[in-house]
Every structure is written in structure tokens, then in C-alpha cells.
């Protein structure tokens, strides 16, 4: 049978506290109507509940604790900020463990309301937040993957000891080739090598070698070889400084229209002036070392284009050229800046007693700021046939100064093999002693077209 609800009888006033009788209408203490009692506020749970609904140990929500009624005061509303608020994983906050004391936080934790959800003891947050310095290894290497550890360069010499930074095998001690000790370069059908030697402690040697077309799409092919100057200071600099610029002048040029001729006069002329601003760097060079001369070199140079050889030079570098058919004879292109070549010339000495002197490797014109006047040569030739032109220093040429001589050291397919046939240049000086550095380019001088001068 269905019941009415009944008002659920007072054990205080609601008004005063004080003790009051079940049936009493009024307050016996302050005079409260009994009778107007508030009805007990409508239950509007959000969270399932299970078990006690206030015990600290129970899976539900510690609810807060009532607040005494007052005269006509409405209820208690439950804010959701009143329950117990909870984390991402349903765990309870903090200030919310089951057994926690609200007390024992402190000052800090008095200010924070009892039951609150939301925590007002979180320290003041910045207005900007610094950023931790990238690490290297990641910006480097974003992939995150594992990075091969460069292999350890093994000695040359003992092939078994490690070579430490300052170039130098930590078993038996032998110094390691430098870069420079040895180079090679190809450049179309022109190949060129340069090596230290066997007696020198650095190669003081360049070259440059390239290839390009004319205006009319003709190939053109160049070679350039320097000698440093050794009793100049940084003769290295100063053959390098030489090379790069006489051929960056010649692939200049060439395409230009400018004539093979004049292209290679140009091109030691600017050879001259790169070699004359190494003087000049560090401006105070002179003043540390006043006994030293400045950076100086020789020059040497060859141009095929068009059925036309262009030679130039500068002190005692040479030119060779050398036919395919070895019945026909080889020559020398170039006459050296040096003191027996003007021996020779004045008619006081023979070749073969000026350059058995002392004094025959002593240049007499060079590319340097305490040169004298610069006076590049030149010369143009229409070989009428096929061959191979050979730019040497004296590191080679002295172990085959004649043109019958470098003719018989050339290989014979030299103009198919033009690096091979300059590695074994290099090596034939190497055998002989190795006494300088050495330097060698082999151009190939294809068949020339009909109707072409003899040499």
C-alpha cells in the first residue's frame, strides 16, 4: 500500500540548537514554529555510487559535511567543484586520498577549501618558459640513427699503426703523406700528376688542367704546371696562387673567341698578379722575416685548340712534343729563363758544360714581387700529326732532358692513356732519384685537320 510521506520528526531547533521534544509545535528555548520545516533537497547524483556513501575507505564520494540549517535558509547546493576531483587514469587527487589529512600540508594547505577539486597551492607559473639548448647530437643527426664511427686511418709504412691527429703512425713513427704529396687530376682527354718526391719534405708543385669549346664548338684543352720558387718563402702558395689563375684566365678566354695566343699571354700575366698579392698577405710578412724573398715561382703552359698548339712560360719549366709515330722526331717547344740556357745563347758555353755547372738551374725569370720585368713567351706550332705534348718542371726533366730521351720515356699510347702514361712519367723520375718534386701533364694532340703547317 502506497504511503504518504511523513515529515521526519526534529531532535534540535533548527533555529537555536537547542533540545526539542517529538511533538513539540513550538521551541520551548526561542519560540521556532516546529511545523515550518524545509523539505529535504531532491538527490541529483552525477556519480554511480557503491558502498558507503561517506566512509573514507568506500569506493563512492566523501560527500562534505551538512551545514546546520538557519531560519529559513535554503539547502546546501553541491557545486561540482565540492566533489572529489579525480586525474586522467580515475585516480584521486592529492588533496583526495583516501586517509589523507587536509592538515598536514601545511600554511599552503589551509587556504585550499575543504572537498575543492581544484588545488590553489600550485606555485605561480612564469611568465615565459625557458627553452633547454638544443642538443647537438640530434640537430646533427635527426634521424636518431646510429652514426658509423669514421675508420681508423692505418701508417703507410708498417700497415699496422694508427695514424694520430698530427699526421704521424703511433707504432713506428713514420710521417704521412700528405694531400698534397701526391695529386692527380683528369680533365677530359688532358691528365696531370704531381708528387712530392723522394728527398723534398713538402711538393712545392701545382698544376691546373681543364677543357672547354671555342665560339665555334671546337674543344679546346689546357695545362698548367708551376714550380715553386724553394729559396722563395711559401713557394707552395705561390705555385698554387700561379696555376689556378693562369687557368681560370684560360677557360676565360677561350670560349670568349680570344685567341690561343693571347689567352696564354693573359693568363700569365694574371698568374704574375696573384703571385705578387701573396707578398702583400699578411702586409706585415716582410717586417717578421726581412732575410726571406717574396712567394715566387715558375710558369709553364699548353694550349690544343683547333689544330693550333700555344705554348708559354716562364722560367725553366718545359714543353715537350712527342708524335705518335716515333720515326718522326720529338722536340722542345720552350727555351729556359735560366743561367745556362744564357750561356748557351751568348755562345760562351756548349749545353753539355753549361748545364754540368753549378750554376745551371739558376733561373733568371720567375713570377714573384721581386721579379724583374715580367716578360711572359709565347710561341704557336701546327704539329701535322698526331701526338702528345708533355708539361713538365724540372723535377722530370732532369731525368730526361733531351727530346729523344722524354720521347723514349713517353708510352706509346700515351694519347690514349694520357694519366697512365703521366703516372709512369712520374715514376721514371721517381727511379732515377726522386731528387725534386715532380710534375708532369699529358695533353693528347689529335690528328690535325687537312692542310695543316708542319711544326
Excluded at 78 to 94: F, K, W
Amino acid at each position: 500500500m502506497s504511503q504518504m510521506p511523513q515529515q521526519a520528526a526534529l531532535s534540535k531547533c533548527p533555529s537555536c540548537a537547542e533540545p526539542v521534544e517529538p511533538g513539540d509545535l513550538f521551541c520551548g528555548a526561542c519560540g521556532y514554529d516546529l511545523s515550518v520545516v524545509p523539505e529535504p533537497p531532491q538527490d541529483h547524483p552525477t556519480l554511480t555510487m557503491t558502498g558507503s556513501a561517506t566512509g573514507p575507505s568506500g569506493d563512492g564520494v566523501a560527500w562534505p559535511a551538512p551545514e546546520p540549517d538557519g531560519s529559513g535558509t535554503p539547502p546546501a547546493v553541491h557545486l561540482p567543484a565540492d566533489l572529489a576531483g579525480t586525474d586522467s587514469g580515475d585516480g584521486s587527487l592529492p588533496e583526495h586520498e583516501p586517509g589523507a589529512d587536509p592538515h598536514a600540508q601545511g600554511a599552503e594547505g589551509a587556504r585550499q577549501p575543504a572537498g575543492s577539486g581544484v588545488r590553489f597551492d600550485r606555485p605561480a607559473e612564469p611568465d615565459e618558459y625557458p627553452l633547454p639548448a638544443p642538443d647537438p647530437r640530434v640537430a646533427e643527426n635527426p634521424g636518431n640513427t646510429a652514426v658509423p664511427e669514421e675508420p681508423a686511418q692505418m701508417c703507410v709504412a708498417c700497415r699496422a699503426g694508427r695514424v694520430d691527429s698530427d699526421g704521424y703512425c703511433e707504432n713506428c713513427g713514420h710521417a704521412q703523406p700528405r694531400e698534397r704529396d701526391h695529386m692527380e687530376r683528369e680533365s677530359g682527354p688532358v691528365a696531370a700528376v704531381s708528387d712530392r718526391g723522394l728527398r723534398h719534405h713538402r711538393n712545392e708543385d701545382a698544376f691546373a688542367v681543364g677543357h672547354t669549346a671555342l665560339p665555334d664548338g671546337t674543344p679546346a684543352t689546357l695545362a698548367i704546371v708551376c714550380d715553386g720558387v724553394s729559396s722563395a718563402t711559401r713557394p707552395d702558395d705561390a705555385s698554387t696562387a700561379a696555376s689556378q689563375a693562369a687557368g681560370d684566365a684560360l677557360l676565360a678566354a677561350l670560349p670568349r673567341g680570344t685567341h690561343p695566343q693571347t689567352a696564354m699571354h693573359e693568363a700569365i700575366v694574371a698568374a704574375a698578379q696573384a703571385v705578387n698579392a701573396l707578398a702583400e698577405e699578411p702586409a706585415t710578412a716582410r717586417e717578421h722575416a726581412p732575410h726571406q724573398n717574396a712567394p715566387a715561382c715558375t710558369i709553364v703552359g699548353a694550349v690544343v685548340a683547333s689544330g693550333l698548339l700555344v705554348v708559354g712560360w716562364v722560367g725553366d719549366s718545359r714543353v715537350y712534343w712527342v708524335p705518335d709515330d716515333r720515326s718522326a722526331p720529338a722536340a722542345r717547344l720552350t727555351e729556359d729563363d735560366s743561367w745556362a740556357a744564357q750561356m748557351v745563347a751568348a755562345g760562351l758555353m756548349s749545353e753539355a758544360e753549361a748545364y754540368a755547372d753549378e750554376r745551371a738551374h739558376a733561373i733568371t725569370g720567375w713570377l714573384g714581387a721581386d721579379a724583374y720585368e715580367l716578360e711572359p713567351h709565347t710561341a704557336s706550332f701546327k704539329p701535322d700529326r698526331p701526338g702528345v705534348v708533355v708539361v713538365c718542371t724540372d723535377g722530370l726533366w732532369n731525368y730526361a732532358e733531351t727530346a729523344e730521351e722524354m720521347s723514349e720515356v713517353v708510352p706509346a699510347d700515351a694519347a690514349a692513356r694520357p694519366m697512365h702514361s703521366a703516372r709512369v712519367l712520374v715514376g721514371h723520375a721517381l727511379d732515377g732519384g726522386g731528387h725534386d718534386n715532380v710534375t708532369v701533364a699529358v695533353v693528347p694532340f689529335p690528328a690535325p685537320p687537312q692542310g695543316a703547317g708542319s711544326a
